[in-house]
């Protein structure tokens, strides 16, 4: 039997063959170019390598090693050495932030030195601590953020406390986390005689948070809050 080819049939082994005489001729115009390239991603991809193990993992291990001294201080209350240092054998969240603030430690040590400052009365310094620290986790990252509304509270700074705190009770959306912020709002609106605005975010406790500590007894906040808005 006698097969007729179509004109489609014809072109399509020119075309491939076409095809690979041009891919052929464009590696050899452009094949310095091809070379350049593949040394320039080797080169890339060494650099990252060589960033990874032979200078950010060494220094994330000398960093865990100082944060692992100086929260032996943190955990017994004492700030100003969890800080700043024993001059001895505790360098301190201060120093370790600076000497390996890239690494993930350092970046936990400024959630601990923004503590430190806040437990010791430096609201501005905590402030600055807290807000260069970075996360995404549904615990620590929304009460770093509420620390910062307790920042601004303290400065006199009320209403931007409150955004915080209801940022942080949005971030978290637990049991555990969401209900303090909530009730801190609370109270935080009660103080600017915003008395609406107290009873919804106590209200969110009892509806949304009911099995959590602070439902307990929120109905009492709320008969407080809604008597005063009458």
Known sequence: MTTTKGKGDDKGPVEVEELVTRSELFIE???????????????????ILGY???YATPQQKKAEAA??????????????????????NVE???AIIDQYGSTDAGNLAKAYAGICYFKLGDNESALDML???SASDKMLSPTIVGLIGDCYVNMGNTEEGISY??????????????????????????SLKQYDKAVKAYTTIKEKYFASVEAS????????A???NK
Request: aromatic share 14%; hydrophobic share 50%.
């Open 217 to 224: 007894d929120i109905d009492k906040y709320i008969a407080r």
């Open 226 to 228: 809604s008597a005063a």
């Open 131 to 133: 807000k260069s620290f």
């Open 29 to 47: 115009q452009n094949s310095k170019k091809i070379i350049f390239g593949i040394i320039a991603v080797a080169v890339l991809v060494a650099a």
């Open 52 to 54: 990874k193990y032979g």
């Open 92 to 94: 301190g969240f201060n």
């Open 67 to 88: 944060m692992f001294r100086a929260e032996l201080y943190f955990d017994r209350d004492s700030f100003a050495l969890a800080l700043n240092g024993d001059g001895l």
């Open 165 to 190: 705190f209801e940022k942080a009770a949005s971030q978290a959306d637990n049991d555990i986390i969401s209900p303090v912020y909530l009730k801190k709002a609370g109270v935080a609106y009660e």
